[in-house]
């Protein structure tokens, strides 16, 4: 797909070439029934999909407006939607012969996902992680090496997230034997096609569900963004349909702060991991580090397509504030007996702000990217 001025594959000459190997590949496999069945067999036997779509009763009560469907992400296998990409991207990588997989990661939830897929298809396993990001997520990153992943520690710049990917992306470049494993819809061509194209199950299953269940489809659907595979995923089967779509960015502190993880925000374009898309820059056009408290979302940037749908505004972008996404992750446990990643009650708390702006027959879709066990210390040191 073109995204107009967006998009692009802003990487080396020789990275292009291995870029223009794997995009092939891709295109093939894409119409090759084989593939696409052991991808399937996969997500249904290993994966535990379909994930439910869940009538979240209380909550729909509780908000007294619209009716509040929950698609469940949290329950797959290791608690989130990026096993769906992961295990799509390994089995490409494998046709194309390589044996080492990389990848990046700021929690840790695409760290495990690659990690247990790395196990699974006995793939050499390496992560790039920021030094920070190690202290915050020991959990996973204890995971990740029982799993039998090599843990590369990121030290330059902050030492989050941005550098984790900057030194994924020099590897991968340097190493003709290694395959990057990209986890969100980011990055250069291919990665925000190929990435869609594995998180798409989300949506197609979604569309199939409601119909069955309610006979119709939903009136609005909604998905937080970090670089935004969950919400691509989502909302790709919904484009071309009369439904309002709404993606989720941390807002972090407040806008105005400073202190937020929205790159469209300050509505500035800039190159940043291969992509031209809107990020988050300084006064000077430097790329600027973006906070949330969700790791998950604490990305300066968006990937090329939402770029693309937010300038044509087919989907409207908006953000949630720390606070906000707190109190939506204690307001669904509380009423659901379902607890939420931080990622996801962004979107849990953005779909409270607009229940009532639909009448009581119409349906929305929040998109719960993962479960929140993860954050349990986040949530109780928050005040
Ligand atoms: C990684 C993550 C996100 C954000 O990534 P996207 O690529 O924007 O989907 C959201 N929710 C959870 C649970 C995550 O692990």
Redesign the pocket.
């Not at 608690?79 to 990026?82: D, R």
């Given at each position: 797909m073109n995204y107009g001025i967006f998009g692009g594959q802003y990487v080396p000459q020789n990275l292009k070439e291995k870029l223009g190997v794997i995009a092939q590949k891709f295109n093939e496999l894409k119409k090759e029934k084989k593939f696409k069945e052991e991808y399937l067999y996969y997500l249904k036997h290993f994966v535990g999909r379909p994930s439910p779509l869940y009538f979240a009763s209380n909550l729909t009560e509780y908000l007294n407006g619209a009716k509040i469907y929950l698609k469940r992400?949290d329950l797959n296998h290791t608690?989130?939607?990026?096993i769906n990409n992961a295990i799509g991207q390994v089995l490409l990588a494998k046709r194309l012969g390589y044996t080492h997989i990389i990848a990046e990661t700021?929690?840790g939830?695409?760290g495990v996902a690659t990690a247990t897929v790395c196990a699974l298809f006995k793939m050499k396993c390496t992560i790039f992680m920021g030094k920070e990001d190690i202290k915050r997520q020991h959990v996973n990153v204890e995971k990740m090496k029982i799993l039998g992943a090599e843990i590369k520690e990121v030290t330059r710049g902050e030492g989050t997230l941005k550098e984790a990917v900057d030194e994924a992306f020099e590897y991968f470049e340097k190493h003709q034997e290694s395959y990057y494993l990209i986890?969100?819809?980011v990055g250069p061509y291919p990665y925000p096609e190929i990435v869609k194209y594995f998180q798409k199950v989300i949506g197609e299953e979604t569309k199939k569900q409601i119909k069955t269940l309610e006979g119709k489809l939903p009136s609005a659907v909604i998905?937080?963004?970090?670089?935004?595979?969950?919400?691509i995923g989502m909302f790709t089967p919904f484009i071309k349909e009369k439904v309002d779509i709404y993606g989720v960015e941390g807002a972090g502190l407040g806008l105005q702060t400073g202190y937020h993880a929205s790159a469209i925000y300050n509505n500035k374009i800039g190159i940043l991991h291969g992509m031209k898309t809107y990020t988050m820059q300084d006064e000077d056009g430097k790329i600027k580090d973006a906070y949330s408290i969700s790791a998950?979302?604490d990305y300066p940037g968006i990937g090329p397509e939402h770029a693309f749908h937010h300038k044509n505004k087919r989907v409207k972008y908006d953000s949630i504030t720390d606070k906000e996404a707190v109190e939506a992750f204690k307001l669904l446990t509380n009423l659901e007996g379902i607890i939420p990643?931080l990622?996801?009650s962004h979107a849990v708390a953005y779909a409270m702000k607009i229940a009532t702006n639909y009448k009581k027959d119409d349906i929305i879709v929040i998109c719960l990217?993962?479960r929140g066990d993860k954050d349990l210390d986040n949530i109780m040191n928050y005040s």
């Open positions: 992400e608690g989130s939607h990026k700021g929690a939830q695409h986890g969100s819809a998905a937080c963004i970090g670089g935004g595979s969950n919400s998950g979302l990643a990622e996801s990217s993962g």
